[in-house]
């Protein structure tokens, strides 16, 4: 049973940058879906990036600013975050699949959840 474990989070100033961690075990990153999501106070979550195999999917609100890698080695997911905007402000969640996913994006296809880390850009 896969674990994941976020970290990296922060208090950070608008145009700034962060990297999020998602640290996995009981199961390789290698072999799965994995996905950020992220929910601000009173919304939804959202889908913001997913990579399965070698294909990388984001949303349009962070494509181009934010890049999804993972480190087979380490068991490692990350989303480095640049030119934050205050709307970016959220709990960022990191999601695995049991598997390779079908659709990258649906929330609901994933098995495995982290705790989050909270993400606040200030204006």
């Known amino acids: 049973q896969a674990q994941l474990v976020e970290s990296g989070g922060g208090l950070v100033q608008a145009g700034d940058s962060l990297r999020l961690s998602c640290a996995a075990s009981g199961g390789t990153v290698s072999s799965r879906t994995m996905g950020w999501f992220r929910q601000a106070p009173g919304k939804e979550r959202e889908f913001v990036a997913g990579v399965r195999g070698g294909s990388r999917d984001y949303s349009d609100s962070v494509k181009g600013r934010f890049t999804i890698s993972r480190d087979n080695a380490k068991n490692t997911v990350y989303l480095q975050m640049n030119s934050l905007k205050p709307e970016d402000t959220a709990v960022y969640l990191c999601?695995?699949?049991?598997?390779?996913?079908?659709?990258?994006?649906?929330?609901?296809?994933?098995?495995?959840w982290g705790q989050g880390t909270q993400v606040i850009v200030s204006s």
């Open positions: 999601a695995a699949g049991s598997g390779v996913l079908s659709s990258i994006r649906r929330s609901e296809m994933y098995y495995y």
